[in-house]
Structure formats: C-alpha cells, structure tokens
C-alpha cells in the first residue's frame, strides 16, 4: 500500500524472514493509516532510532550498503518527516531551535556515514533522545485522526 511510495520505508530483504518483515510492514502501514499527527510525529521518531540501531549493526558488521540505507533513512525521517512538518512562523522559537538541531543532525549523520563513525551516531542519539522522551509525554488534549485525507475532530 504505502511501501513502495514512502520514503521512509525499508527494503524487505529476501530469505527466512521476508513473510514475517511483510507482517511488519502492514502493521506500521496500519498504524500511519489511523494516527493522529501527534502519532505519526512519536512514529517518525520511533523509525529514526530504529534506523540509527540499524546502523550502528551493519557499521559494526561491516555492511556498508545496509548501513548507508539505514542512515539514510534516519536522515529522511528528519529531514523530510520531521523538520519538513514544522511551521517556522506559527512555532515561533521552539520551532526555529527544532529546525536548527534537526538540520545539525542531518549533517552529522552524513558525516556518520561517510567516516563510518559510531561516535556520531551517539551524538545524534543523544541529541535526539529529549525530544523523544519530551514528545512521549505529551498527552494530546484532542484526538486529531487522518483518514482518507480527511481531517476528522473527535
């Protein structure tokens, strides 16, 4: 459904475990289909430190071609999920600082991944992790649900 079009979505691999990653993919194709954009913000963020453990695993494997997909994609999830989706003018400050740390971070994992440096990867992590930890404890005073490219208010 969404697999092929999404920027953010990772290559199935071929043998075992292609049936169960298909499993897994309907189950994230589901859960983008019915959130909320505060749940697809926890989503964007919940995929970049996946794909930053994905790297750090083939860095340390020694997979180059897994490990620049894998950093890659963390570098599109912030770069065209997370700091493509803030509004510089509503956001005022919060948004300015947000656009800037996420700019910082795309540049490092760049870097990570043509240094193969897991030390950077750390950076990004630790820089990344209060906005995660901050954004999870966030509890939506309104239930905003995309569907079907409608916008409904519950």
Not at 18 to 34: D, F, K
Not at 36 to 42: F, G, I, Y
Not at 72 to 90: F, N
Request: with cysteine.
């Amino acid at each position: 459904m969404y697999a092929p079009a999404s920027p953010f979505s990772r290559p199935l691999p071929t043998g075992d475990r292609t049936q169960s990653n298909l499993y897994r993919q309907v189950g994230v194709e589901t859960s983008i289909s019915g959130a909320s954009p505060h749940q697809l913000v926890k989503l964007l963020l919940d995929g970049f430190f996946e794909a930053l453990t994905d790297g750090r695993g083939a860095m340390r494997k020694g997979d180059i071609e897994a490990k620049a997909q894998a950093l890659s994609r963390a570098l599109r999830i912030v770069d065209e999920g997370l700091k493509a989706s803030l509004d510089l003018q509503a956001g005022g400050e919060l948004a300015q600082n947000l656009h800037g740390l996420y700019t910082y971070v795309c540049l490092r994992l760049t870097q990570a991944n043509l240094r193969n440096d897991e030390a950077i990867l750390d950076e990004c992590q630790n820089l990344m992790q209060p906005i995660r930890d901050a954004w999870q404890n966030i509890k939506p005073t309104q239930t905003d649900v995309v569907r079907g490219g409608m916008e409904v208010h519950a």
